[in-house]
């Protein structure tokens, strides 16, 4: 499979914004897919943070983004971007994307990301601080 890639990290103060971009590194798209957003601070577990379906974007926001966060494919760029917006310091962490060739819901999809993605980025920082 073509490697995904993950941009738009960065250093941000708290209650700024930031968009992540998730794409293959061809360009291709991840229509049939779906996707992803994890993430991992340090000496702490990956958690997923939300994920959108293939089919009809459903979408799932794990509660500490619900309100803040949002997920969608940007289909002019073949992209699956992740909007976060009100940043928190405890938002640190590297952010992976990654992709599924099938699941059975968005929910379980998100809930069990070592069974169900099976393509994943490198990863792109996000620092929340003054």
């Known amino acids: 499979q073509v490697p995904v890639v993950e941009s738009g990290g960065g250093l941000v103060q708290p209650g700024g914004s930031l968009r992540l971009s998730c794409a293959t590194s061809s360009g291709s798209s991840l229509d049939t897919y779906g996707v992803g957003w994890f993430r991992q601070a340090p000496g702490k577990e990956r958690e997923g943070v939300s994920c959108?379906?293939?089919?009809?974007?459903?979408?799932y926001y794990a509660d500490s983004g619900k309100g803040r966060f949002i997920i969608y494919r940007d289909n002019a760029k073949n992209t699956v971007d992740l909007q976060m917006n009100n940043l928190k310091p405890e938002d640190t962490a590297v952010y992976y994307c990654?992709?599924?060739?099938?699941?059975?819901?968005?929910?379980?999809?998100?809930?069990?990301?070592?069974?169900?993605?099976?393509?994943w980025g490198q990863g792109t920082l996000v620092t929340v601080s003054e």
């Open positions: 990654a992709t599924a060739g099938f699941y059975d819901t968005v929910e379980n999809m998100c809930l069990n990301p070592d069974f169900y993605f099976e393509r």
């Open positions: 959108i379906s293939s089919t009809d974007d459903t979408t």
